[in-house]
């Protein structure tokens, strides 16, 4: 299981973690709620171990930004507040369970898994998607509507800057700054050659063609039927 655990309070954070990691969970920290919102987006959990009272936006605030955003993922709350509307509070903002503060460590990690039993889905997988053209963040698979496309390590992080970066047209030497961390040479075409390579892949065979060549610019993926 991977668990993102929001706690402000470091030193209990870093306790907690250390905890269930010798219980072969994996683990990530997030301190406040935009750092949880940024890490949700970012990467794929089993559950959130949300700390209720945390200060300016409150764990509330984030659960249902989570049941909005992340429909599927478990949601354990936890707070040293035992009254009855506070646990409510947490249950109509999206909570599967709720725990009060102090609690026994065998038994968050019962609840955890009980969590997981009861939804046993696989983590959420962001998707970069241009048209039927999809990129899955966490496996790097690479699919045009139901064909999956191999790249090389190389023309994958080309196509992930170029779908990143879906709509915005981008410089050769801010493409060959940011996928090879290269300062760009006027005299290299790699560029052109490895947009060469992703087109015959991603493109030639499929309609309609996405990576778009700028004149005088570089290029730009987008689908221009819409």
Sequence with gaps: MKILLVENDLIAAALLKSA??????E???ALSVPSAQQML???????VLLKADLPEISGFELCRFIRQRHEKLSVLMFTANSATDYKLRGFDAGADDYLVKP????ELLARLRALHRRYPTTPEENVLKVADLALYGSSKIVKRGDR???LTGREL???EYFMHNQGRALTRHEIV?????????TGTNVVDVYVNYLRKKIDKEFSPKLIHTLNGIGYILEDRRA
Aim: charged residues 25%.
């Design 157 to 159: 992080a080309l196509l």
């Design 20 to 25: 269930l990691e010798q219980h072969t969970l």
């Design 103 to 106: 609690f026994e460590f065998g």
């Design 148 to 150: 999956r496309i191999d």
């Design 27 to 29: 683990v990530a920290v």
């Design 41 to 47: 987006e970012a990467a794929s959990y089993t559950a």
């Design 177 to 185: 700054h940011k996928v090879w961390d290269l300062a760009f040479d």
